[in-house]
Structure formats: structure tokens, C-alpha cells
């Protein structure tokens, strides 16, 4: 990975500044041959303190968060700066606060992280180079708390064709103790499962004449998720991966993934997590294209601008297709050539909303 030095503290720097962070190609095909790829140290200490501090402030309940009522008193802890709480406080922040979704709808700072640079230069090369940002999660994990079990994000966002891609960033250290994520190798293959129980998703069914539909994806419990025995096929390819605080573990969409409960009596294990599209994918997921923000590139569907003005592909210079080269047209003969802007005019649609 080629990545443009940062200096260890100071402020951030504008978005969109500095030299792009580019993969490798030995990069590239680790993301398709795995499923997933870590890449370390992407987002720089200072801003993941940044981000850290914010998560105390939800844990001390110094900021209100829409839609969550303030715990009562005896669960809002000392006050101070340490994610180390009484047991019955760390109950209440779990019931609440275990994970918490689309804050970049309401607050500057996870927008700020969804668009962040570093953690975008990465998508344009592995999805993009159309970028939609979809999604955001905030997980606190507290000590004592459940993971997640064997899922494909997919399943839960559905994007057509289906280009998922999940960026997970550590804030904590993330390890075995504390219930760092695990993918399974070769899964990223696998068709989506869908479930039964699960009415809130709607992804598509396939024509695979032979495509089972399980029941309970997520259960931490494996002999109760419908995903155990898929996982099974790929036995002894789960990779656990530990991360440092500024790590990115990017992920695909059909991968099967889990994390295990927080073992710890006293360390966190907050991450922060982005899903991302190419934003030539059709999504009716999360209020549709047009509820979110196109990140880098163009595109003829409709989109977001980002509510706190976070410098992006929505609000900066819309590069044109003809800039990427050549149109090619498909000839009678099975050969291609270069579209001339005569013909080109008639290729592109002319509106970018549906
Ligand atoms: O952070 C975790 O424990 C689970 C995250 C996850 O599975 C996801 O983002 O899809």
C-alpha cells in the first residue's frame, strides 16, 4: 500500500488533500482471493482519538443521541474521560448503545468518517470507481458483551448488481479476548442465504434452483444460525483478525463473517463501520439511492449531498464520463471500437434522476 505520510498529531487535513492512498495489486487480489483485506494503519492515531473521544461522550452521556432516551442516572458512570464503568452502567450502555446505526445523518463527525479520504481512496480502487456511501455503525462492545454471528451484509443492504462493501475501523484494540471480527475464507463466493425469519430484508432471489433458505443468520449461537453448516464447507479457513486502533478491514458483501462475545472485564471494543456501493448499483435499501451520498466518481442515478457539508464526489467538480476515455461500442463482428461524441450523446441518458 502506498500511503502518503500523515503527521502523528496536529488537525486533520482537509479532505480531499494530500497525496491518494493507492493498493497494490498483491492488495487487490487478497480482497477477491479472502474476502476481506486489513489494511493497517489507514486512518491516522489522532483522528481516531478524535473519534474515540466522541464514543466517551456517548458513554457519559454528554451528547444526546436522537432517538435514544438518556439512561437513568446511576447508569451514566463518573463523568471522566475512561471507558471503565460500574457493571450496572455497563449493562444499561450495552442494552442501548451496543450498536448504533446512521449517526452520519445526524452527526458531523461519522459523516466525517464515512467520507474519510484514506478509508475512500481504498474503495475507488476495490468497488469503485463509483462510490456511494451508504451506511454507518457505531459498535461500543463493552465488556461482557455478545458478538454477532456467522451474516452477509448483503443479505441486510441489497444492492443491484451487488457491489457491498464494508469498511470496519478499529478504535480499540480489537483481539480474541475482547471479540475481534473472523472471515471465512472462500465464503465471499457463496450466493447470498436468505432467511426466513429476517422481514426487514429484501434481497432478491436468485434462479439457483438448488439455493437453501436458512433461518436465524446473526445467532451468536452456531447451532441455532442457519449459516453454520455453509461455514462448515470452508472449515479451517476462519481468519481471525486482530486490528489496532486505525486499522481497516474492508469486506465483501456475500462474505461470512462473525464476531465473538467480549470476554474482557474491562477493555472496550468500539468500531466504527461504513457501507459502501458502486454507485452504479440500484439500491432501494435505506430510502433508495437518492438517500445517499456519492462519495467519489459520477453517476446516472440519483443521490445524496452530505448534510454537514464533508468534502466529496456530491459536492466537488462532477467529473464527466468522457473524461474516463473512450466510450467502446460493441461491433457486429464481436469486436469493439471507440464511440465517436456523436454517438456517445446517444448512449448516455440525459438526466441523472429516475
Ligand atoms: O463489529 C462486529 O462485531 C460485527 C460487525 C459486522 O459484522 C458488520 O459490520 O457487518
Known amino acids: 500500500m502506498s500511503v502518503a505520510p500523515l503527521p502523528a498529531e496536529g488537525p486533520v487535513p482537509p479532505s480531499g488533500t494530500g497525496a491518494p492512498c493507492r493498493l497494490s495489486v498483491a492488495e487487490y487480489v487478497t480482497f477477491r482471493e479472502q474476502g476481506f483485506l486489513v489494511v493497517r494503519g489507514l486512518v491516522p492515531r489522532y483522528e481516531v482519538d478524535q473519534l474515540r473521544a466522541h464514543t466517551e461522550d456517548i458513554i457519559h452521556q454528554r451528547i444526546a443521541l436522537p432517538g435514544v432516551p438518556p439512561a437513568p442516572i446511576a447508569a451514566r458512570g463518573a463523568g471522566g474521560h475512561s471507558a471503565v464503568l460500574d457493571p450496572t452502567a455497563l449493562g444499561e450502555i450495552e442494552r442501548r448503545y451496543v450498536r448504533i446505526h446512521m449517526l452520519h445523518r445526524t452527526l458531523e463527525i461519522h459523516e466525517r468518517f464515512l467520507l474519510h479520504p484514506r478509508i475512500l481512496d481504498v474503495l475507488e480502487a476495490l468497488i469503485g470507481p463509483d462510490v456511494l456511501a451508504m451506511q454507518t455503525m457505531l459498535f461500543l462492545k463493552p465488556p461482557g458483551s455478545d458478538g454477532q454471528g456467522y451474516h452477509q451484509d448483503s443479505y441486510y443492504i441489497p444492492t443491484l448488481p451487488d457491489s457491498l462493501c464494508g469498511a470496519w475501523l478499529a478504535i480499540d484494540r480489537a483481539d480474541l479476548a475482547n471479540g475481534c471480527m473472523r472471515f471465512t475464507v472462500g465464503s465471499q463466493h457463496e450466493p447470498i442465504y436468505p432467511d426466513a425469519h429476517n422481514r426487514r430484508a429484501h434481497y432478491p432471489l436468485g434462479e439457483l434452483q438448488d439455493l437453501a433458505i436458512i433461518e436465524n443468520a446473526s445467532d451468536t449461537d452456531p447451532a441455532r444460525n442457519g449459516l453454520t453448516p455453509v461455514a462448515h464447507r470452508y472449515a ?101 471500437m471507440a464511440a465517436t461524441p456523436t454517438e456517445r450523446s446517444r448512449l448516455e441518458p440525459e438526466s441523472h434522476e429516475r
Not at 445524496?304 to 476515455?325: L, Y
Request: proline share 6%; glycine share 12%.
Open 236 to 336: 479451517g479457513r476462519e481468519v481471525v483478525v486482530e486490528a489496532d486502533p486505525g486499522d481497516v478491514v474492508f469486506f465483501a458483501g456475500h462474505v461470512l463473517h462473525r464476531s465473538l462475545a467480549n470476554d474482557t472485564r474491562d477493555r472496550f471494543r468500539r468500531s466504527f463501520v461504513g457501507h459502501y456501493a458502486n454507485a452504479r448499483s440500484y439500491t432501494e435499501w435505506g430510502g433508495g439511492n437518492r438517500a445517499h451520498i456519492l462519495a467519489r466518481g459520477t453517476t446516472h442515478l440519483p443521490y445524496a449531498q452530505p448534510k454537514f457539508g464533508t468534502s466529496c464526489a456530491a459536492n466537488g467538480p462532477r467529473p464527466s464520463d468522457s473524461a474516463r476515455g473512450p466510450a467502446l461500442t460493441m461491433m457486429a463482428d464481436g469486436g469493439v
